[in-house]
Nanobody
Framework: QVQLVESGGGLVQAGGSLRLSCAAS????????MGWYRQAPGKERESVAR???????NYADSVTGRFTISRDNAKNTVYLQMNSLKPEDTAVYYC????????????WGQGTQVTVSS
């Protein structure tokens, strides 16, 4: 069973930085996509960033230029470097892993709270 363990959340002031980590363990396919989602109070969960097996990255418009997703394949860990944080970035951030080999499976982390004060 694949498990995703997140860390790095916390309280920061606007303009500050935070680095989230998501370590995957268990039986993982050789091909998978890892990404970050977030959910703010009263809003639906939204995609923030993802990284493909070849290293290609995608970002939501709201975080482009401020957030960077990266991956350490040896450690099966994905990171989200968040710079120039804004109060609207406040949310619970979730890590997700999706396998690309049939049958496709998705795994979610427990979520980590990020709070950005004004």
């Amino acid at each position: 069973q694949v498990q995703l363990v997140e860390s790095g959340g916390g309280l920061v002031q606007a303009g500050g930085s935070l680095r989230l980590s998501c370590a995957a363990s268990g039986s993982i396919s050789s091909l998978y996509v890892m990404g970050w989602y977030r959910q703010a109070p009263g809003k639906e969960r939204e995609s923030v960033a993802r990284i493909l097996p070849g290293g290609t990255t995608n970002y939501a418009d709201s975080v482009t230029g401020r957030f960077t997703i990266s991956r350490d394949n040896a450690k099966n860990t994905v990171y989200l470097q968040m710079n120039s944080l804004k109060p609207e970035d406040t949310a619970v951030y979730y890590c997700k892993l999706r396998t690309l080999i049939q049958p496709s499976n998705e795994y979610w982390g427990q979520g980590t709270q990020v709070t950005v004060s004004s």
